[in-house]
């Protein structure tokens, strides 16, 4: 028996080919705009590919420059340290690195002397962050040594005792209290100074505060005798 001829009218009872040869004629017809959607696809997937890689160097830039700025100011190198710093944050603002900067960049300002500008960078940054945030906190106690800085003592105590102590350690309240009481003193407030340094001698004497401090009796006695 002869072999049997397919012809095209036959392929077409085919469902696949019938549906491949309808594509081939949609894509014949409309070349143009096929491509224009091939090359549209083409430009999406490598663009992607280079904005990921454009974002990972980014934050390398951002991490090195404020590991650059911290490093300087632990070396007291304080101009270098804020350019490092002030570019982490003007060019990477919207990262974590450039909410770290900001911290550097007054602790510079303050080891330059630069008191007002310090003070001027505070109010600015602290009213950018969230109070939730971490760094906010960083900012507010910076806020309250740069106004000590400035001889502006009862709002420094003020400002310093208004941030949250439930999550410090012992050791680490202890300090604030007595950096309070030295304020205090500073500002002319001896009876405040001893009012705060009894609570905290009778916190350590009960137990309440488990924190070392010998100096603590010797500097009550020197606050009650100011008072006389």
Partial sequence: MAAQKFTRKDLKKDSFVESTDRALGFIQQHATAVGA???ILVVLLVGGSYVRKGQQAAKMEASFLLYQGQLLLAQGDYDLALARLQACLENHRKTDYAKYARVGIVQALLANGEIDVALA???EYRRDLRASDPVQVKL???YAHALADAG?????VTALAALPDA???PAFLMERRLQQARWLEAAGDHRGAVA???ELHQAVVSGKLEAQRPDLE???EVARALLN
Avoid: G, Y
């Fill in 37 to 39: 959607v091939l090359l």
């Fill in 121 to 123: 960078r505070l109010d």
């Fill in 140 to 142: 507010d106690n910076l």
């Fill in 152 to 156: 502006r003592f009862a709002e420094a």
């Fill in 167 to 169: 999550d410090l350690a």
């Fill in 196 to 198: 705060l340094l009894e």
């Fill in 218 to 220: 010797l500097r009550l």
